[in-house]
């Protein structure tokens, strides 16, 4: 469910809904440059960035698999990205990896990993 509300602050360019989702500490590493964004506010500074682009970037994660640890509030995820322009031409895809905490009821986001094959 938190990564359904991630994809959706994404397509809704929602940064308030994407603050939440975001350990304080959160590592993205991009999938073209290897570019590495650390932190919340990193992460929310780029977004509003990349949501001020005029045929701004929709990005959409799939998870394929779920991995649940039994010894600690932790899970990683496997699936797949793509990036789709506003108007609707496909940009990038790949595959991605990310690691969730659960914080109190929460789940959040410690860190994402993107591989950039198309």
Do not use: C
């Given at each position: 469910m938190r990564r359904a509300a991630f994809n959706r602050a994404l397509a809704d360019a929602d940064l308030a809904a994407i603050g939440?989702?975001?350990a304080r500490d959160v590592v993205l590493v991009a999938g073209t440059d290897s570019a590495v964004i650390s932190g919340r506010q990193a992460q929310l500074k780029s977004w509003k960035h990349e949501f001020a682009a005029p045929d701004r970037t929709i990005y959409t994660r799939t998870p394929e698999r779920i991995e649940a640890s039994a010894v600690a509030p932790l899970a990683f995820?496997?699936?797949?990205?793509?990036?789709?322009s506003l108007s609707?031409?496909?940009?990038a895809s790949?595959?991605?990896s990310a690691k969730w905490r659960r914080l109190?009821?929460?789940?959040?986001?410690e860190a994402e990993i993107f591989l950039t094959l198309a």
């Amino acid at each position: 469910m938190r990564r359904a509300a991630f994809n959706r602050a994404l397509a809704d360019a929602d940064l308030a809904a994407i603050g939440p989702l975001l350990a304080r500490d959160v590592v993205l590493v991009a999938g073209t440059d290897s570019a590495v964004i650390s932190g919340r506010q990193a992460q929310l500074k780029s977004w509003k960035h990349e949501f001020a682009a005029p045929d701004r970037t929709i990005y959409t994660r799939t998870p394929e698999r779920i991995e649940a640890s039994a010894v600690a509030p932790l899970a990683f995820e496997h699936g797949q990205w793509r990036g789709v322009s506003l108007s609707g031409r496909e940009l990038a895809s790949g595959s991605y990896s990310a690691k969730w905490r659960r914080l109190d009821a929460d789940w959040v986001l410690e860190a994402e990993i993107f591989l950039t094959l198309a």
